[in-house]
């Protein structure tokens, strides 16, 4: 089966070297050169984009709904894509950009399916992202063999592209919260004298024993918050303002959410933007003074 | 060894019982007659407080500090615990009565460990909760035989025996925004048309599988939320206020905490109080009008 | 002078009726017939988008940037405006369309003036507006003739006529605030079995009495929120949302407006869009169950 | 008329002041002897509590409940008040501690009416400030003569006194808003290039022209923070938290209260707590990092 791959960021990189790796016939795209000679080391071949959008499969993994429908436009891949072409998009993009791509692709009587990712470059990497997949029946079966490839488990959600795309940022919310709610609560254990990664390995040997809390627990014990393979602070607020987004307009009030949004938004000010998401926890200690002099 | 046991709610009847089948000699009270009845007919012995603090290890598990503190008063218990017996106290009590608890036992030169549990009482049924023991080492090491009873794993935290109540009112916070979340994230998927418990279904099988959320999606799924083996949500809130008060003390802002506790108030007044915590996901239709007729 | 007025909802009727009151030869256009007739009988004329443009000053009040741009769009109004026409737009728009706006016209040589006004309908029709104006001070010395004629005071702004924009947008966002925190408290007060008018009585007779509570006190007494003369509690959510946008891309962020915004949405969610402002003591009211028989 | 006076804080004697001077005979007592001198130098005597408390109307004015309580028990108040002595408490107490001083002066039958004052220390001394007076209707009138001396108006609340006090939280509570969000939309405006002290001439010049709002806007426009004449932060934390308590009871959610409280503690932490109220605008600054290096 031969993929058409477009978009190696972080997370496209490694999802486009599985599917080298389990054996596809993969045609590779990007922006930038940059992460393209990899690919091809790796066993990828390069092609324009027209070229990615003729395959069985053509699989886009872009920064956002802007970025993809940019790159649909600017190369009229709706126009390329094969008949039986099936487009995945993988992307985390808004409840009101997926509703727009499913009717594009309907209108002009292209397969879609919406298949975001639950999971962070080094989940990709190892094959072990939760693909949330929602789209025609058909078109999923399709995919499912490059699908099966990249991920742990692959969760149907129904004919309805939007839906997997309405989940994914549903359930990013409540990453946000997750790690939002640890990085509080060390910094009041560490109020009250305790290092903060001793009350890290309790609450996620225990009842938070999930890749929610684990993925991002060490980097907050130890401060470090550079990493490549992690998830980076200001995709998870953009990821949480498309939840807002979306909430705003089916009417639904997310008071955590709110006051999630105002706290991304304090440590993007700091400068934790292109840090992991775990450096929330920082802005926790900062605004707590807890390095302050005065607290001696 | 012998095990006195006072406080025989819905928690503690769980872990006396476990107590016994693991063979302890145990000595029971509690201030309503009503479930010592089953205690003994499981084999514990019925006795009056100063008896049960005369045990090895005298075990408490009252609804909260004031309770403790009152039957510490009326029975002067500290004065009828042996020379070497070792106090246990397993509730979730605040961080300022921690410290005055600690301070009691050491003026009176009497052992004491604070071992709050994570935990529902269905995990207290199955002894599989995890206990947060802080105290002097060798009290710890006395008690450890009923602890490694009662729980599926012991998390040592110090001598410091507030550091124990701290650690359990911080991880009792992440458990509320936890549920919270999941409840938020359930409406807003149910506005767009989704089943909430398809929902839960993706999020607790992939990166939320940790019994936080897998112990409170089912319920919230079928919207029952009567479960007297459930962590009523009054408790939540208490715990959630006592959280606050730990981190007011400290100077930390928790600004989730703050949102949680309005929320809280409002599930409260709706009446869930005496509900499991997962009916705040109840809390989060009504104030989005989701069960409302001018939704369709 | 002539002036041209384009826009005649709640807020430009009333202004547009002053402007004739106060002997300016007046051409006014709106989308739909309805408010025209009467400017007409007041002693306006009707006229095209196109010759509106053509007047001395041209004034639009429309609901926000995206009508705004329609409407210059589609009547190509740039090139219908005359060399010395001073354009005043009045609405209330994000800070990213204020600039996009004072950029056109910059481009295309024409004179754009932002003066959005702090006043609901009742103060437009009284001739109280509060101007903030932004924009060359020449420009603003054409209109002010006219601007005299609608407000109280106006505020010079500086020549840059985002920032009028800025201006409004957070005064908008300390107004939804003073009104939802005179709703909470007049819960609270309710709550501990006191009339909401007599707290409304003291509190916006004494330290908080400014236009920014009384107009919204009586209301909220009365528990009366339909009032076409009030301010749509529906606009003042799209208000606070434009608030948040500037903030998000200002990086500041705004703990008490992420708050508010959730609320907003319950109001929303309520039905409470097309009341007034004040009806945001509703959603109080019923967050705590104040109008629930078990309350009793 | 002569009055006992106890309590010469920043308020107290301020008002104890203006009893001197209104020509009634004052017989003051304080904890610290610092500030008796001065209260004698102006005309009043020194007397022990128990003399204050034989007078026709005591005053008292202390930090809060608990420091009321201490001075009542200790020098036995209760006994020492005259017949037909009437105790005005003008300080800030919890609803709590407001229902428990009028049942125990109603067991010992002696007149206790509630009168807590809106308004800082430098009001207090225009004798401008505003009464909530609540008790029993011929003890008011028997204070009042005093009452009107201390205050611009005495707004009658009814028979039961805690109504003052609720009434007193609630609108702090308010105030409390009105300072955030002032702050906050300060430094959204900053953000935008504006001088915050332009934004805040505007504002408080127009709808917003209340002193909960002109009483702080200069400090944050000036950036400057220290006022012994002020409202310190601390004590706006403390009425907050006493706000937040009386609706807990209540079940009462306030959603903007809780953000509140934690934006409270931060500004707290950062040190802020012996400055002015108006320094939370410093906390939106730090938060928003507007002072820092890479914000230029």
């Known amino acids: 089966m031969r993929i058409g791959f477009i978009g190696l960021g972080a997370m496209g990189r490694n999802m486009a070297c599985n599917l080298v790796a389990a054996g596809f016939d993969v045609v590779v795209w990007n922006r930038s050169a940059e992460p393209v000679q990899a690919l091809v080391d790796a066993g990828a071949t390069y092609g324009e984009p027209s070229e990615c959008a003729g395959a069985d499969v053509l699989i886009t993994m872009l920064t956002d709904g802007e970025a993809l429908t940019e790159v649909l436009d600017r190369y009229d891949l709706l126009a390329a894509m094969g008949e039986r072409t099936v487009h995945v998009n993988m992307a985390t993009v808004s409840a009101a950009a997926g509703r727009a791509l499913a009717a594009r692709h309907s209108e002009s009587g292209r397969a879609y399916v919406a298949a975001p990712v639950l999971g962070r470059p080094d989940m990709a990497k190892a094959a072990k992202l939760n693909i949330l997949a929602a789209g025609c029946e058909s078109a999923i079966a399709t ?154």
């Open 143 to 296: 995919a499912r063999p490059a699908l099966d490839a990249l991920g742990a488990k692959l969760w149907p959600l129904g004919e309805s592209p939007e839906r997997a795309n309405i989940v994914k940022l549903a359930a990013n919310f409540m990453l946000v919260s997750a790690v939002e709610s640890m990085g509080e609560a060390a910094s009041l254990v560490a109020a009250h004298g305790m290092e903060p990664s001793d009350f890290l390995e309790v609450v996620t040997g225990s009842v938070f024993n999930a890749p929610a809390y684990g993925a991002y627990a060490p980097a907050m014990g130890q401060r470090q918050y550079a990493n490549p393979e992690g998830f980076r602070l200001a995709l998870g607020a953009k990821d949480l303002e498309l939840a807002l987004e979306a909430a705003r307009e089916g009417l639904v009030p997310l008071p955590v959410a709110g006051a999630l949004r105002e706290r991304m938004t304090q440590a993007l000010a700091a400068g934790h933007g292109d840090e992991d998401l775990s450096a929330l926890a920082e802005t926790s200690r900062e605004a707590a003074q807890l390095d302050s002099a005065h607290r001696d």
